[in-house]
C-alpha cells in the first residue's frame, strides 16, 4: 500500500518491517516519550517529550564534535583516550589530550603519571613528601623550622661548580667551613677550640680562667704594638 497524502490515525500503529522517514519526524505530545526498545519490549534510548530528558542504555559513539551548554554528570570511571602530550616548556599552552579552560576542583587523589608544571603560583595546605631530590631555580624561603632528620647524610652549602663549602653532618653534627666565619654575638663554646692558623684577638680585655696554660712558643712579645 501506499499514500502521497497526510495520514491520521487515532490507534497504534505497528509496522512489522523497516521503516524510512524521509523528513523531519515531530513527536508533538505531553507527558510521553520517544523510545527505542529491543525485542523484549526494554527500553533502550527514551527521549521525554516534557522535558527532553533522554536515558541511553547503550554505549553511545560520537563522531565529530560536541557541544554540551551544561552540567554534565557522570556517575561512572571516564576514561579519555586520547594520549596528545602537553608541552612543559616555554609559556604556558594548553596543547595537550585534555584541555580545561575554567578551575579544578578535585576532591580525591591526583596521580600524575609523567611530569607536571605549574606555571602560577603554588600554596600547600597539608604536608609535602617528596621522595627524590628537588631542584629549586629561585629563592628558598621558609617561616618555620627547618628539620632535617637522616642519618649518614649531610645538610650542604655548595658553590655553582658543586664544591662543598658549608656542610653539617647528621651523625654528630660537626660543621665544615670553607669560607670566613663572621660572628656579630658572642659565641659559646662547649668542648675543645683547635686554630691551625694564626689566632688574633682584637678586644679590650682578654680573660683566659684555665687551671693549667702551656705556651710551647718560648718567645712571648709584650707591648708590641707600643714598644
Known amino acids: 500500500a501506499s499514500s502521497t497524502g497526510n495520514v491520521a490515525t487515532d490507534g497504534t500503529l505497528v509496522v512489522q518491517g523497516q521503516t524510512t522517514i524521509n523528513d523531519s519526524l515531530i513527536v508533538d505530545a505531553s507527558n510521553e516519550n520517544f523510545?527505542?526498545?529491543?525485542?523484549?519490549?526494554?527500553?533502550?534510548?527514551?527521549?521525554?517529550?516534557?522535558?527532553?530528558?533522554t536515558n541511553i542504555i547503550g554505549e553511545v559513539t560520537v563522531g565529530g564534535a560536541t557541544q554540551i551548554n551544561n552540567t554534565l554528570g557522570v556517575s561512572n570511571v571516564t576514561t579519555i583516550t586520547r594520549n596528545t602530550q602537553q608541552t612543559l616548556t616555554g609559556s604556558y599552552a594548553a596543547d595537550g589530550a585534555f584541555k580545561l579552560t575554567g578551575g579544578a576542583g578535585i576532591g580525591k587523589n591526583l596521580a600524575v603519571g609523567e611530569g607536571l608544571r605549574v606555571y602560577g603560583g603554588t600554596e600547600l595546605t597539608g604536608a609535602l613528601d617528596l621522595n627524590n631530590s628537588a631542584d629549586i631555580s629561585g629563592a628558598l624561603v621558609t617561616h618555620d623550622d627547618v628539620t632535617i632528620t637522616?642519618?649518614?647524610?649531610?645538610?650542604k652549602i655548595q658553590n655553582g661548580s658543586a664544591a662543598d663549602k658549608f656542610t653539617v653532618d647528621t651523625d654528630n653534627g660537626n660543621i665544615v667551613s670553607q669560607?670566613?666565619?663572621?660572628?656579630?654575638?658572642?659565641?659559646?663554646?662547649?668542648?675543645?677550640?683547635?686554630?691551625?692558623?694564626?689566632?688574633?684577638?682584637?678586644?679590650?680585655?682578654?680573660?683566659?680562667?684555665?687551671?693549667?696554660?702551656?705556651?710551647?712558643?718560648p718567645i712571648i712579645t709584650v707591648g708590641g704594638d707600643t714598644a
Not at 519490549?41 to 516534557?50: A, G, N, Q
Not at 637522616?150 to 645538610?155: C, L, P, Q, V, Y
Open 150 to 155: 637522616a642519618d649518614n647524610k649531610f645538610f
Open 35 to 53: 523510545k527505542i526498545q529491543n525485542g523484549s519490549s526494554v527500553d533502550k534510548f527514551t527521549v521525554d517529550t516534557d522535558n527532553g530528558n
Open 179 to 217: 669560607g670566613q666565619l663572621t660572628v656579630a654575638g658572642d659565641a659559646a663554646l662547649q668542648s675543645d677550640l683547635v686554630v691551625t692558623g694564626n689566632l688574633t684577638v682584637n678586644g679590650t680585655t682578654t680573660t683566659v680562667n684555665s687551671t693549667v696554660t702551656t705556651i710551647d712558643d
